[in-house]
């Protein structure tokens, strides 16, 4: 595709703005190489390090970020493996695992992801935060909110929010609420240009000029939602100095926003600005990315519980300390782990979904199966019958009747129900292999 680089003189020249003729050739002969590179997140609630690296040996832990694997695909194909459909990892580039570690958020915070879908960012958060705290994971398009909700099940969080808003409206309920932001924003994808063919063909300069300022105006929005000493990191998929340096430049010019400098590494390239950190393929084992790290003037306090009961009026009327909020909307009961205001907002997934209350009993939705290693009743199964169940079908196994948990290798698998010997699958149609 040297074709594309050499016909698209655009692309080139709009590398200059912070670019030497020599690191430009360097970017575009990376980005020539067809070497895609794979790794994954690892979910530790469902698989701890140990017991993964006994049994993929191979796996080469990322440089940067815990708990991140990177592998070759030939030797494991792990898209397909039965580990993935159980949550036990998330399948994510290795520049994008960067945008949550250094935000770093904890059980304290707060969290507002303003693009989530398909999910990478906010799952990683959520797993920072011990499944803990909140974690509102909003996408525009309703479509992409859907696929963000069934990944945010599958790897079974609890403290997690899905919305399916225009960011306008957070605006004002939320201002000034969340303690850590994720704006990952829409982007001309010249980072993706290995991994899609199709993002080089879309790729013209008018289009990185429109999302600048699309970009401008989300930061200054998401800017307004931060909670004061609270933490917002921006990033993008887009090598065009519009897309990255600008936006930042234009927050730092328009409000009393402070940049937070990332770490000096070889790994990492900074434009002279100083301004964030560039991910190349030719410096970094990924396919590209642009991330920037903002604080909010303030202080924080971020003692345990003591911040979710903070008496600043904005959270106080949004949270209510309980540990294990349930409630009930149009008969299906949800948990969360904070009661927290939603109202208002359009919710695809409001924490964690539980069930339903029908007249044989409680009906526990496949959610539960993947996010709780304790239930009443748990039958551990063999690779076979997990084969099986994926399959939709029915297993039989010599068991008192009863609802079950189905586990293997004590991860939550989905549940059955067992009458006679006979275990009813309940796995979600749309799921099944
Ligand atoms: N953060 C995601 C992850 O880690 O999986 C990837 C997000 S992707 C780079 C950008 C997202 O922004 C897309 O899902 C897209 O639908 C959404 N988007 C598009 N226009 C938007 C807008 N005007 N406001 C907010 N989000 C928008």
Redesign the pocket.
């Known amino acids: 595709m040297i074709f594309f680089y050499n016909q698209n003189m655009e692309f080139k020249e709009h590398l200059k703005k912070y670019l030497s003729d020599f690191e430009i050739e360097k970017l575009i002969a990376s980005l020539n190489e067809n070497e895609v590179k794979h790794a994954l997140l690892l979910n530790e609630e469902k698989m701890t390090k140990e017991e993964f690296i006994n049994l993929f040996p191979n796996v080469k832990p990322h440089p940067i970020v815990p708990n991140v694997f990177l592998y070759n695909i030939e030797e494991y194909p792990f898209g397909k493996m039965y580990y993935h459909d159980l949550g036990v990892y998330y399948l994510f580039e290795p520049c994008?695992s960067l945008v949550s570690h250094y935000l770093s958020p904890n059980r304290n915070d707060i969290v507002l992801?303003?693009?989530?879908?398909?999910?990478?960012?906010?799952i990683h958060a959520s797993l920072l935060m011990n499944n803990e705290g909140i974690l509102i994971s909003n996408?525009?398009?309703t479509s992409?909110s859907h696929i963000l909700s069934s990944n945010i099940e599958r790897m079974g969080r609890r403290n997690t929010i899905v919305t399916n808003n225009?960011?306008d409206a957070f605006i004002p309920k939320y201002e000034g609420v969340f303690s850590k932001i994720?704006l990952?924003?829409?982007?001309s994808g010249s980072g993706m240009f290995r991994k899609q063919e199709s993002m080089k063909e879309d790729w013209t300069y008018n289009k990185v000029l429109s999302l600048s300022s699309?970009q401008k105006e989300?930061i200054l929005k998401a800017y307004t939602l931060l909670r004061p000493g609270g933490t917002l990191v921006y990033s993008t998929?887009s090598f065009s100095y519009e897309e990255d340096e600008e936006v930042i430049k234009h927050l730092l010019s328009n409000t009393d926003a402070t940049l937070v400098p990332l770490p000096d590494l070889d790994c990492f390239y900074k434009s002279k600005d100083n301004i964030g950190i560039h991910l190349f393929p030719y410096l970094f084992d990924g396919e590209g990315h642009y991330l920037a790290l903002i604080k909010k003037p303030g202080e924080l306090s971020l003692n345990d519980n003591k911040f979710i009961q903070d008496r600043n009026k904005n959270i106080h009327s949004l949270i209510n300390d309980q540990t294990g909020y349930i409630y009930e909307n149009n008969g299906t009961f949800y948990q969360m782990p904070y009661s927290f205001d939603i109202k208002g907002l359009h919710i695809i997934r409001g924490g964690i979904k539980l069930g339903t209350l029908e007249k044989y009993g409680f009906n526990f939705d496949h959610a539960l199966s993947h996010a709780s290693k304790s239930f009443p009743l748990i039958c551990e199964i063999d690779e076979d019958n997990l084969h099986k169940y994926l399959k939709g079908e029915q297993l039989s196994i010599g068991i008192k009747d009863g609802i079950y948990l189905l586990t293997y290798n004590n991860i939550g698998v989905g549940f059955a129900k067992a009458t006679k010997g006979k275990l009813n699958n309940r796995y979600p149609k749309g799921l099944r292999r």
């Open positions: 994008s992801d303003i693009a989530a879908a398909p999910g990478g960012k906010s996408e525009i398009q992409r225009d960011l994720i990952d924003a829409p982007c699309l989300l998929c």
